[in-house]
């Protein structure tokens, strides 16, 4: 029996090409850091001319009991306000390789995070630029 090695290098190179991005978009993952106490609307990650921002990946968490709301969001206008405890935390998960974003915006807009209170706000979302 002869034994395969593969390395590392191989297999990332090997899932690029099984995984490569449809045309438009990109692996070009960022992270964005989230961290405010307003109320209302919060911008996370500004708006790109042209293109839309896919998170892939986020998670929250807060200091007193509030209401968090992801607005501009495909299809419908936001995600519903998602009550949270004092010192409770969110994670949305890693995309699936499915390939459905967690969350996407309109082209051309920001990812805005709105909370009902003025609790801080801290975390980080994962996410890309495409053209859709």
Do not use: H
């Not at 990332?12 to 209302?40: E, K, R, W």
């Not at 293109?51 to 969001?73: D, G, H, M, P, Q």
Request: aromatic fraction near 6%; include cysteine; glycine fraction near 8%.
């Amino acid at each position: 029996m002869k034994k395969i090695v593969v390395s590392l290098v191989t297999l990332i190179a090997l899932a690029g090409l099984i995984l490569a991005p449809a045309s438009g978009q990109s692996f070009g993952t960022q992270a964005a850091t989230v961290s405010f106490t307003s109320t209302g609307n919060n911008t996370v990650i500004a708006a790109t001319a042209g293109k839309a921002v896919r998170v892939t990946w986020l998670w929250v968490c807060v200091s007193a009991a509030t209401n968090i709301t992801i607005v501009e969001v495909r299809p419908s206008t936001n995600s519903g306000a998602v009550p949270m405890t004092a010192n409770g935390c969110m994670t949305l998960p890693a995309v699936p390789l499915n390939g459905f974003p967690l969350a996407i915006t309109s082209v051309g807009n920001a990812f805005i995070i709105n909370q009902s209170g003025t609790a801080q706000v801290s975390g980080a979302v994962y996410y890309d630029l495409t053209n859709i």
